[in-house]
């Protein structure tokens, strides 16, 4: 009868877990999808994070991108989540990984986070939250901070590299007013070598902006 009753209730906080590892992020619109490492990777190189950098994931999930970040390129990284059994898994996934001594993660709502340290700041979110976040990358990361966005170009700012096979767009604090449109321009003029040259047809904005695997 114990078992049985054990059986129940570890039944139960188990439910209860996986309700709030889902359940948490749709209400707030922000569903976890956890990006591939080789993307993760990805992001990091374009941004050319360096040993010793604190690096800023802003919706950590699972702290996938923190470990990377850690282990991989010998950063500081911090994650700020909004759901807690993420970000329970996030430090036992830092502490198995050998890591822990360089990842931070902090329980809370993104946009009421303090990342004014950041050298980098990591970003996978939806076109409306990154939209939302946007003048608090502004107001609080110093110039020469680098936001490494996957998916979601941010609209107004030029990034000044793009990532195409992992659709990874790299911007500069402040960034330069622009757009996907204006860099890829620039870049074709360049290629050619006639500033004149026109700018590539909206079907190749499109072409770079499709998104494989991104939140929606």
Known sequence: ?????????????????????????NLLGLPWVPAPRKRIRSALKLAN???GERVYDLGAGDGRALIVAARDFGAQAVGVEVEPVHCVTAWLGAVI?????RVTVRWGDLYKADFRDADVVL???TPPHAER?????????S?????????????????????????IFLYYMPPA??????????????TTGNRDAPRPSSRTVTDVRE?????R
């Open 1 to 25: 009868m114990g078992f049985r009753w054990a059986g129940i209730v570890l039944g139960g906080l188990i439910a209860f877990l996986g309700g709030l590892w889902v359940v948490v992020p």
């Open 49 to 51: 994070v360096q040993p």
């Open 97 to 101: 990984g050998g890591v822990a001594s």
């Open 123 to 125: 970003l996978y979110l």
């Open 133 to 141: 976040l946007k003048p608090l990358l502004e107001r609080q990361l």
């Open 143 to 167: 110039p020469g901070t680098r936001v490494a966005s996957l998916s979601v170009d941010l609209e107004g700012w030029q990034p000044a590299a793009v990532d195409t096979d992992d659709l």
């Open 177 to 190: 007013r622009g757009s996907l449109q204006t860099f890829l321009a620039q870049q074709h003029a360049l």
């Open 211 to 215: 998104d494989r695997a991104g939140p």
